[in-house]
């Protein structure tokens, strides 16, 4: 029981850790995993989950997420297209 509320003490550190930019990242790689494969409907739960969140974020930390939503997209052009 001991090691399951360490587990669950280091999950909630790293999801407090991560950035804005690196989890929005996260969404876009989930957003086109569900559209790769062809669950449209998964795809656009994701990109409105996605906005939600980004709403609860401050100025500056919704600069840094679209930022890096803007240089994911570039880099995986290809793949969305």
């Known amino acids: ?8 003490a280091v999950c909630a550190m790293f999801a407090a850790c991560s950035s804005p930019g690196s989890k929005a990242v996260d969404y876009m790689e989930d957003y086109l995993e569900a559209a790769k494969d062809g669950d449209m409907k998964e795809a656009q739960k994701v990109l409105e989950e996605m906005e939600e969140w ?19 997209a570039e880099e995986n052009a290809k793949e969305l297209f």
């Not at 029981?1 to 669950?8: A, E, N, P, R």
């Not at 980004?54 to 994911?72: C, G, N, P």
């Open 1 to 8: 029981m001991k090691k399951l509320f360490v587990l669950l």
């Open 54 to 72: 980004i709403e609860t974020l401050d100025e500056e930390e919704q600069k840094e997420a679209r930022e890096a939503v803007e240089k994911w």
